[in-house]
């Protein structure tokens, strides 16, 4: 699964999608994605929420969530800590 907005990419790929405990999903604050049993695994219920922080990114053990194009608080002058 993939979709872009706004320049930025977010993949997901179900096939290393192998944690089965949702971290993604509890990681993201926005609501944005949902975890379901089955082969489809992860769904995109609210995507205009999407914040692109990065948490999911972060969170998954196995790097079944990348997003591309994003910019970070470290991408903003002056906020690097
Ligand atoms: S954290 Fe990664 S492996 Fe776990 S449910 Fe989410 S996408 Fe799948
Ligand atoms: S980038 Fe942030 S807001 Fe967007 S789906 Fe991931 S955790 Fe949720």
Do not use: R
């Amino acid at each position: 699964m993939k979709w872009t907005a706004n320049h930025i990419t977010y993949e997901y790929d179900e096939e290393k999608c192998t944690c089965g405990l949702a971290l993604c999903t509890e990681a993201c604050g926005q609501g944005v994605l949902d975890y379901l049993e089955g082969p489809d695994k992860m769904e995109i219920v609210n995507e205009v929420q999407c914040i692109f922080c990065l948490q999911c990114e972060e969170v998954c053990p196995t790097k079944a969530i990348t997003i591309q194009g994003a910019l970070t608080l470290q991408d903003i002058p002056g906020l690097k800590s």
